[in-house]
């Protein structure tokens, strides 16, 4: 490829790549994400393009395999342009029909169009699915255009343009400014103004300064992060070098966990592709300006997305967060001015740049601009990736973009913000998806984390999971977060078991308390907030658990008994042969008892059973 | 223990603050674990204390400082996983393989490990097999996954017999 | 050379300088901030969070170990507020239920008249202060201790548990909050914080003229 050595030859570059894509006539896209590759993408791909090889129509029709389209449940995934035909759950064998029906004669095969589970009604076209057209996809749209390991399909969308507009007509600190004004916050979870860090960074004084590129996505339940970087590696990079020209860095880092290897590929061939075109490294655009990034694979703590503690780690260290008196932004990476920032935030920075300040502000609320990404999961009929302009309201997202609750159940609660955030009732629902809104509920908008439970969820299982969870992920430095999260652990499973009293309702008060204020890092200071939030909204589920030995959901299994209703069981064997725990006894012609004291309560027995004769009491 | 492959691996170390952890990936993943060896030999060449190396091939989940098995089972325990029914999974996985999160069966066959998320919450609950993804999973399509897993390994090592029976015979 | 700036320590103006370590500061000028962790000698941690201050900035104010926080001309501190001392009595029963029957860490709950340990007791050898660590990698010089594992599965060891690497100079056991017995002398210490429980060998008599008292 040759070097791109000026803004004009980028410029060419774009002219000569869209002359080439307008060739086609069709473009199909087939989505490869990881939930995607996870539910038989690939299979799919390979069998299009064969086919498409195989009808001669390689001159026509372009095959293009992209990141995430949010939309995982339904996958794979295949749209067909122009025209945006989509078909969902297709299999290899619906391939050749494909092609010879949709692409050659433009007919829509109606048995792989989607069906909207809230109204029953088959869709065609892609931008007609309500889970789509409640949402603003600034970020996410772009996945679907862009074939992650092809720079040019970047570049045929705009790419690269405002670093081109930034290194061309901006100074540094015209850059910092524009960020400043848009109003863009930090996407990881603190919500921390992100032209302010920039400037701080700018401002600092240091013999080198860094950027860093926050993809340690630990929050169970996120996977946002992962699928930007996975889908649209380029935008993430073009707002790195952006960031690095306004600060003044030379070095960047781009700090993924290990669990996403789709994610550690696709970034590492996007920056060689960069580097090849110049784009990275020496003279970028011949302007002058030197950066270049690096890939750095984590090792699997939850802890190193919490600024210091990745910065230890990227030093070789273990990862163990430092106080933060004196901020990052100051003392970074090996001690000097380093700007980290999350996936999701660098992504936002080139469409600032290109279409201006302005053009950001002027969505979302007035304390929170432009969009948010949210991984919509748990028991609502569509999960998958959503993106929404701020100001959304949590009603919204749950009941018109992901279509209410599954399976006739009640929803109760959702969780957002991951382990450092809470669980707000349906009450709260009319909440908009605001930093401070959030915050002020008692939860946080974490890096977008939005797990939807109904009644089969218990409240208090829900607190023991996230403290279970933290405890093991805490680097156990301190004294608050490694004693006091294990003691709010202990005090919940005793609440869980059935052990509990009300003075320990006061107790988790006080200690969560302690552990907010106290702890030494943002790990530990968020760490009660699963307790806090439950303990806010849901006292009479703890209040049940402690006072009637309750777990009205039947998920607390010191609290339950499984029995078999011998008027429904008709023998048939499966919840023997499936008892993990040799728990379950009879034969055909005596009936069948599930022994209290072997059984572990883990209802493997009851989803074997097509009876439903095994009932939780 | 045949180091050679260590020592190409620490050869080709950058000079980057994070080589250690590279380092450390790189070992993990030729041997399945990172051996006392391996940490003396990477502490002398990379001059840092063996207690730090301890420390972090202790404290990164990356890392394992005991063989992990032919075959290693992921059990996904992330919050759309656990409220869709993760922990039966993994009950299921433990009873079935008779071992614990985190160790070995006897033979040296699984490995059974949690992780926190993998990122596919829209196809919960998952289990991963030796890198591929299972979606939807319930205790019964993990019991048969498994089943196949065994079954697959003694034909295997059937044929491995009848090979070493005709060499013989030949 | 550090510029010489004043800060404020409960109300005590206390000379100083840029960058110098609050919690050292406040102990010559003769505040005493309960602390456990720290050794004057080594490196700061801020692991056991007993020496937890207000401190104000920008008009905000939040909490932290004054051991790992820097001074700077004319912060506010605040070592003995309402919340700073119930967070401090909080952690200081978190560590007395690890174990119960430590002489320093008795004297320690007795001092915030911490009286009721509303936890089951655990009875452990190490509460994870990290002096030992220190001390072998800063005093001795060895290197050999250090903190393994992290959440509750975190311990102090050798590595792989071998003997082998430890010289056996005993830097560690010398501070061992566990192993030690209060040092000063009762009966002579400050009604607030009593000088035999701050286990600064380094900064003798610190309590004598306590001006909290």
Known sequence: ?617 | MDLSRLEEILDSKGSETFAIMEVLQDVQEAYRYISEEAIVRISERLDVPVIEVFRLANFYKAFSLTPRGRHLITVCAGTACHVQGAPRLLDTVLALLNTKPGETTADGAFTVETVNCLGACALAPVVVIDGKYYDHMTPGKVRALLEDIRFEDELAEDEDEEEVEAEANA | MPEPITIFVDDIAIETTEGANVLDAALRAGICIPNLCYLPEVTPTGACRVCIVEVERHGRTKMTAACTLEAREGMIVRAHSEPVLRARRNIVELLLAEAPESPVLQALAERLSVTDVRYSRRDRDCILCGRCVAACAEVAKQGSLGMIGRGANRHKGLPFYKEEYCTQCNECHDRCPLELSPSGRRGDHCGVCGSELSMNDAIPDICEDCVLS
């Not at chain 1, 931008?127 to 996809?137: A, G, M, S, V």
């Not at chain 1, 996120?222 to 590696?233: A, F, I, K």
């Not at chain 1, 993430?236 to 960031?243: H, L, P, Q």
């Not at chain 1, 034969?587 to 209802?603: F, H, M, P, Q």
């Open chain 1, 1 to 617: 490829m040759p070097e791109l050595d000026s803004i004009a030859s980028l410029e060419a570059r774009r002219e000569e790549v869209a002359f080439t894509l307008a060739r086609y006539r069709t473009v199909v896209t087939m989505c490869g994400g990881t939930a995607c590759q996870a539910c038989g993408c690939q299979p799919v791909a390979r069998a299009m393009t064969r086919e498409v090889m195989a009808q001669g129509l390689e001159e026509t029709v372009y095959v293009r395999t992209t990141g995430c389209h949010g939309f995982c449940e339904q996958g794979p995934l295949v749209i067909i342009d122009p025209g945006g035909i989509v078909y969902v759950h297709v299999t290899p064998e619906d391939v050749p029909e494909i092609v010879a029906q949709t692409i050659r004669k433009g007919k829509v095969i109606e048995r792989l169009s989607y069906t909207d589970p809230v109204s029953d009604k088959t869709v065609q076209a892609e931008d007609e699915i309500p889970f789509y057209t409640r949402q603003k996809r600034l970020l996410l749209g772009e996945n679907r255009h862009i074939a992650p390991r092809d720079i040019d399909d970047y570049i045929a969308r705009g790419g690269y343009s405002a670093l081109a507009k930034a290194l061309d007509s901006m100074t540094p600190e015209a850059v910092v400014e524009e960020i400043e004004r848009s109003g863009l916050q930090g996407r990881g979870g603190g919500g921390y103004p992100t032209g302010k860090k920039w400037r701080q960074c700018r401002n600092a004084s240091g013999d080198a300064r860094y950027v860093i590129c926050n993809a340690d996505e630990g929050d169970p339940g996120d996977y946002m992060d992962r699928s930007l970087l996975e889908g649209n590696p380029h935008s993430i990079i073009e707002g790195m070098i952006i960031g690095a020209f306004a600060v003044g860095a030379r070095h960047g880092y781009i700090y993924v966990r290990k669990e996403y290897p789709l994610a550690v590929v696709n970034a590492g061939v996007a920056i060689r592709q960069a580097q090849a075109l110049r784009l990275l490294g020496e003279d970028i655009l011949g302007t002058g300006f030197d950066f270049d990034i690096q890939v750095v694979r984590g090792g699997g703590a939850f802890v190193c997305g919490e600024s210091t503690a990745l910065m230890a780690s990227l030093e070789g260290k273990v990862g163990e967060p430092r106080p933060k008196d004196i901020h990052t932004v100051e003392r970074g990476y090996l001690g000097q001015p380093t700007v980290l920032n999350n996936v999701e935030t660098w992504a936002n920075v080139p469409s600032i740049i290109r279409h201006g300040a302005d053009w950001f502000a002027s969505q979302g609320t007035e304390r929170s601009k432009g969009t948010k990404i949210f991984a919509l999961t748990g028991q609502v009929k569509n999960t998958g990736l959503i993106e929404v302009e701020m100001g959304t309201t949590l009603r919204e997202i749950i009941y018109d973009i992901g279509g209410g609750p599954k399976n006739g159940r009640e929803i109760k609660a959702v969780q957002t913000g991951g382990p450092s955030g809470g669980c707000l009732p349906t009450s709260q629902f009319d909440l908009p998806v605001d930093f401070d809104a959030l915050y002020e509920a008692g939860s946080m908008m974490g890096s977008g984390g939005m797990v939807v439970m109904d009644d089969s969820s218990c409240m208090v299982d829900v607190a023991k999971y996230f403290l279970a969870f933290l405890q093991d992920e805490s680097c156990g430095k301190c004294t608050p977060c490694r004693l006091g999260v294990g003691r709010l652990l202990e005090i919940v499973t005793d609440i869980s078991e059935g052990r509990g009293s009300l003075d320990q309702l006061d107790l988790l008060e006080d200690l969560s308390w302690t552990i907010s204020v106290a702890s030494l890092c943002a790990l530990g200071k968020t760490a009660p907030n699963p307790v806090l939030s439950t303990l806010k909204y849901f006292r009479d589920e703890y209040l049940d658990h402690i006072e009637n030995k309750r777990c009205a959901a039947g998920v607390c299994r010191a609290l339950i008994r499984l029995v078999i209703d011998s008027t429904l069981c008709d023998r048939c064997g499966k919840c023997i042969a499936n008892c993990p725990h040799k728990a379950i006894t009879g034969s055909r012609d005596t009936s069948y008892a599930i022994d209290d004291e072997l059984c572990t309560r883990c209802r493997i027995c009851a989803d074997a059973c097509e009876q439903h004769a095994i009932l939780v009491r």
